[in-house]
């Protein structure tokens, strides 16, 4: 349900909350960024009325029928034009939105083929390589457009698609140029920021974003995810970068579960030892007081 004004068909409108937001945000000298939950699709009149529209996984599942991991994953495909119409549809619509700063993309992405290593545990599963119940996307749309490129059908021709260079750089593609195609020269016409979500292990789902024309980067630096310390914050930041060429700005994210108020400061003062331009908190719930006081202290001014 979206918290805004939204004529794009399919989409229910709750409430036109963030419209009222953004003049009251501006008055306390803050910026809106708009969140969009991207990719994922749970509207029960798109999943009836466009079941051709989800991701289709390596086994021939559709995501709407077989999320992978949660309920939730229920992915559109990258490569279906009505879907590109859709995401973009839902940008523009937020663009529209004045006073608006910025639109941020989120699950701009496929499901992860392989989750990072600490959350394999949690859903019992030891994912040692790329299976095919959760390597996406093998829809119609997507296949067809890959064979008139190279001549081979990625589902049926390849015997282990995981191996093949072309496909997997064709799935990066298809969500790249998403991006930049369609998502970001929407924002800019009306005159928009536009930032993205994206993952440290980004081949794992299809992310390519260093390649993507976007304001900035808020890398999703989630350590205990990975099973990783601290100082893998500022490595994975300095790695960011560098796969940018120093050219986009960096904002670390942090997952305030994992990182108590007296870690908080040794994350930030990481982030921007190796460069970051700040930090995303997530989330706001998880803030306790005493993150609170450690924030008013790192970024005094």
């Known amino acids: 349900e979206a918290l805004f004004q939204i004529d794009v068909p399919g989409v229910p409108v709750k409430e036109p909350l963030l419209e009222r937001l953004v003049p009251l945000a501006h008055e306390a000298g803050l910026q809106i960024h708009a969140w969009m939950w991207s990719m994922p699709c749970n509207i029960p009149e798109i999943i009836e009325k466009h079941p051709d529209w989800f991701a289709v996984n390596g086994k021939g ?11 939730y994953y229920k992915f559109l495909c990258p490569c279906h034009p009505e879907v590109q119409d859709f995401v973009q549809a839902r940008v523009e619509a937020l663009g529209r939105i004045d006073g608006l700063d910025g639109i941020h993309l989120d699950y701009i992405r496929v499901p ?13 599963i030891v994912q040692d390589k790329e299976y095919p119940e959760y390597d996406y996307s093998y829809s119609t749309y997507c296949r067809e457009q890959f064979k008139a490129q190279t001549g081979i059908d990625p589902l049926t021709d390849l015997e282990d698609p995981s191996q093949n260079e072309a496909w997997r750089q064709f799935r990066y593609d298809a969500v790249s140029n998403l991006v930049n195609g369609r998502l970001a020269p929407t924002a800019r016409q009306y005159g928009k920021k536009i930032t993205a979500a994206v993952f440290p292990n980004w081949e794992s789902v299809r992310q390519q974003w260093h390649k993507w024309d976007l304001d900035a980067f808020l890398p999703m630096l989630y350590q205990g995810f990975y099973n990783e310390d601290i100082d893998w914050i500022g490595e994975q930041v300095r ?3 560098d796969r940018l060429n120093n050219e986009k700005p960096i904002y670390s994210g942090l997952f305030i579960p994992h990182l108590p108020p007296e870690e908080l400061p040794q994350a930030i003062e990481v982030s921007r030892q190796a460069g970051a331009r700040g930090v995303c908190l997530f989330d706001y719930n998880a803030l306790t007081e005493e993150h609170w006081a450690v924030l008013k202290e790192a970024f005094k001014e």
């Open 61 to 71: 599942e559709p995501a709407h029928e077989k999320p992978a991991y949660v309920d």
């Open 112 to 124: 992860d083929v392989i989750l990072a290593e600490g959350l394999q545990p949690k859903y019992d």
């Open 239 to 241: 790695a960011g970068l």
